[in-house]
């Protein structure tokens, strides 16, 4: 059976730094894009950022580039989110995702909000206060 569990999540104020990770078990992700969605209260999942199998590309939502970096550990079946400069409306709770298809533009926005992924995790919560 396959899971997917983040962890770092916290309580953090603004401008403060939160690295996630998540960890994948019951199959080898190696060959599969992985990412990161939130879902704050009462808001639809939004898309946040996604790393190719081989990590050669990554893609960001608007809200959070420049600001977050996505990298994983194939040797660990782990995928990262470093998440500096955090502003109250970054409050969500955070989870990974695994998907054959890696996905750029307006695709990331739409599974994340309405199609889903092969599989994802049960999140992490992100405060941030002000």
């Known amino acids: 059976q396959v899971h997917l569990v983040e962890s770092g999540g916290g309580l953090v104020q603004a401008g403060g730094s939160l690295r996630l990770s998540c960890v994948a078990s019951?199959?080898?992700?190696?060959?599969?894009?992985m990412g990161w969605f939130r879902q704050a209260p009462g808001k639809e999942r939004e898309f946040v950022a996604a790393i190719s199998w081989s990590a050669d590309r990554t893609y960001y939502a608007d809200s959070v580039k420049g600001r977050f970096a996505i990298t994983r550990d194939n040797a660990k079946n782990t995928v990262y989110l470093q998440m500096n400069s955090l502003k109250p409306e970054d409050t969500a709770v955070y989870s990974c995702?695994?998907?054959?298809?890696?996905?750029?533009?307006?695709?990331?926005?739409?599974?994340?909000?309405?199609?889903?992924?092969?599989?994802w995790g049960q999140g992490t919560q992100v405060t941030v206060s002000s």
């Open positions: 995702y695994g998907d054959e298809n890696y996905c750029s533009g307006y695709v990331c926005y739409h599974r994340a909000a309405y199609l889903g992924y092969d599989y």
């Open positions: 019951g199959r080898d992700f190696s060959t599969y894009a």
